[in-house]
């Protein structure tokens, strides 16, 4: 089934258009005005001229995939928002369905969820738990962004189990709070100025982290070290013992970092290692889920079901930030402790997700993510011989090119390179990695990016790092 792409008003000189080579004069003075009025992560005082984003780049108006800057130029966005726009910017018939839930359930914007019982809560919830395997032994805990699921999910295990301990396995990222940013070990950057303020609770493990694996040149060769030698033989012995474990925390999809599916043997080992010694098993789907895997959710892949697992990103289908925890009912009926969030299942959002989810199964969209993901993977196919291309690969609208020299020799310089380069031809991409492995291009478009745009821009991809 088709539908309709609603960014006509931007496609009017074709796309990518670039009126003033980028950045532009208007975008500069923008950039700079803001950070005389606020801050972010990326905006410190050392920061300089359009330096301070990803990309120096002032949005004017967004639609479906393309972005116009305050200069007049037009981008074809490979990023979908970090993929929080899974259903296109300013997606109409998802705003228009929103308001129509809403309007029906007559509670309108906001609402103090943690509070009042809400009827709007109750069937949203039942709708997103119809979507997942075993879905009825889930619950769901609402939250506004990623990381405050993950701090749910967290605190859940810790305070269920009594334990106060939580292996974290490395390459992952989890947020920016400080139990979730204690459990992160992706870059030294992301938390070398809270060091002090992190838990001391937190044990690390070698992630499922393949393109990079200490042990094996290839996934195909995994002789399962990085659980057994590392996991098993190291932290659970040397470190902490795995009756002081409250949960282990990982991405069965590790996204910013690596774009790399976990293999099944080592997911499969991770349950049963929980499984034996009462440790709550939680998945990170915040980036991987509500199906841009191919699935709707990642650990579909390989019939595995976590005890907690996390989303976010385009849960609330574009229309308001939106973030669950989905704990196993076992475990709620168990948990002494309290913990809530004012904005989390505030009505705007549940009703984004419930038209998200309409819409997903009106077109069809698990479907066209798979094939768009074919489309991808046929182009990388075409690249793995060009020089710098150390690896394509990905599933789904998870996808990345990895350029190295070879596997220890990481091409960071390269990466920066292409990404500007890509930026002044007006595609934009999302830059990865781990460590100093920073060597990374991430392509996750929108689910409803048009078939000829898709093209342009690997089109586009394909010349620049040719040359």
């Given at each position: 089934?088709?539908?309709?792409?609603?960014?006509?008003?931007?496609?009017?000189?074709?796309?990518?258009?670039?009126?003033?080579?980028?950045?532009?004069?208007?975008?500069?003075?923008?950039?700079?005005?803001?950070?005389?009025?606020?801050?972010?992560?990326?905006?410190?005082?050392?920061?300089?001229?359009?330096?301070?984003?990803?990309?120096?780049?002032?949005?004017?108006?967004?639609?479906?995939?393309?972005?116009?800057?305050?200069?007049?130029?037009?981008?074809?966005?490979?990023?979908?928002?970090?993929?929080?726009?899974n259903f296109g910017y300013n997606n109409p018939e998802i705003w228009i369905r929103a308001q129509e839930i809403m309007n029906d359930y007559g509670v309108l914007g906001i609402f103090p969820s943690n509070?009042?019982?809400?009827?709007?809560?109750?069937?949203s919830s039942k709708k997103l738990l119809s979507t997942i395997p075993n879905g009825p032994k889930y619950r769901v805990h609402y939250a506004c962004d990623g990381t405050e699921a993950n701090e749910a999910a967290l605190k859940t295990a810790v305070s269920y189990t009594g334990r106060s301990c939580v292996i974290s396995f490395m390459g992952s990222f989890f947020g920016r709070t400080m139990g979730s940013l204690s459990c992160m070990a992706q870059k030294s950057r992301d938390s070398d100025t809270f060091r002090s303020m992190r838990s001391s609770n937190i044990y690390f493990a070698e992630g499922a982290n393949c393109p990079n694996c200490l042990f094996c040149d290839h996934p195909d060769d995994c002789n399962g070290y990085c659980i057994e030698k590392l996991l098993n033989d190291r932290v659970l012995t040397h470190q902490v013992s795995p009756e002081e474990v409250a949960a282990f925390i990982m991405e069965p999809y590790?996204?910013?970092?690596?774009?790399?599916?976990?293999?099944?043997?080592?997911?499969?080992?991770?349950?049963?290692?929980?499984?034996?010694y009462g440790i709550v098993l939680i998945f990170d789907e915040v980036q991987s889920g509500m199906g841009r895997s191919g699935k709707m959710w990642v650990h579909e892949h390989h019939g595995i079901d976590p005890d907690i697992f996390t989303s976010a990103k385009s849960l609330g289908g574009g229309v308001s930030p939106l973030s669950a925890a989905f704990i196993q009912d076992e475990i709620m009926e168990n948990v002494p402790a309290y913990h809530g969030s004012t904005y989390g299942g505030a009505p705007i959002s549940l009703a984004g997700n419930m038209a998200a989810l309409e819409y997903v199964a009106k077109y069809r969209l698990l479907e066209r993510v798979k094939k768009m993901g074919e489309v991808i993977e046929n182009r990388f196919s075409e690249w793995v011989d060009y020089q710098n291309v150390w690896q394509a690969r990905g599933w789904g609208l998870l996808k990345a090119l990895d350029f190295r020299e070879d596997k220890n020799n990481p091409l960071v310089n390269y990466k920066t390179r292409v990404q500007k380069e890509l930026f002044k031809r007006g595609i934009i991409t999302m830059s990865g990695g781990q460590g100093r492995y920073l060597s990374m291009l991430r392509l996750i478009p929108s689910f409803t990016i048009p078939d000829e745009q898709l093209n342009i821009g690997l089109d586009i991809v394909e010349e620049v790092i040719r040359r």
């Open positions: 089934m088709s539908f309709n792409d609603w960014s006509e008003d931007l496609q009017s000189n074709g796309v990518p258009y670039i009126k003033t080579y980028p950045p532009g004069p208007n975008s500069l003075e923008k950039i700079q005005e803001a950070k005389k009025y606020m801050t972010s992560y990326w905006t410190g005082k050392k920061k300089d001229h359009g330096e301070g984003w990803d990309l120096p780049l002032t949005v004017k108006r967004t639609a479906n995939s393309l972005l116009e800057d305050v200069d007049g130029n037009v981008y074809i966005d490979l990023n979908s928002g970090i993929s929080t726009a509070d009042y019982n809400l009827p709007l809560m109750i069937d590790t996204t910013g970092g690596l774009m790399n599916p976990a293999p099944e043997e080592f997911l499969k080992s991770a349950r049963e290692i929980c499984d034996d």
